[in-house]
């Protein structure tokens, strides 16, 4: 049974940090292309990043291009997302997701039970 668990998430300030973690299990962590998908209040999933087996290429929408950063470690089995310079548009439920490519929003059954990410003052 594949399974995603996503841990990391808060409530923090704009301009703060917060490190996104998803362990895995269940399926071959290093032969998946892995994403990040996040779905703001009242909104739809968004695409946010994704990377591939050996963990580059990468992708960001522009939102979050030079702020945020993915990576993965094969050997843990485990997704990371750092986030910089948090903003306000950036709260939402973060979801960890398998898969690579814009699909990924159309398989939520992939994705983990997600993390909750609030940026205010």
């Known amino acids: 049974e594949v399974q995603l668990v996503e841990s990391g998430g808060g409530l923090v300030q704009p301009g703060s940090s917060l490190r996104l973690s998803c362990a895995t299990s269940?399926?071959?962590?290093?032969?998946?292309?892995m994403s990040w998908v996040r779905q703001a209040p009242g909104k739809g999933p968004e695409w946010v990043s994704a990377?591939?087996?050996?963990?580059?290429?990468?992708y960001y929408v522009d939102s979050v291009r030079g702020r945020f950063t993915i990576s993965r470690d094969n050997a843990k089995n485990t997704l990371t997302l750092q986030m910089n310079s948090l903003k306000r548009e950036d709260t939402a439920v973060y979801y960890c997701a398998l898969g690579g490519t814009r699909a990924v929003l159309s398989t939520p059954h992939y994705w983990g039970q997600g993390t909750q990410v609030t940026v205010s003052s």
């Open positions: 269940g399926f071959t962590f290093g032969t998946y292309d």
């Open positions: 990377i591939n087996i050996g963990g580059g290429p990468t």
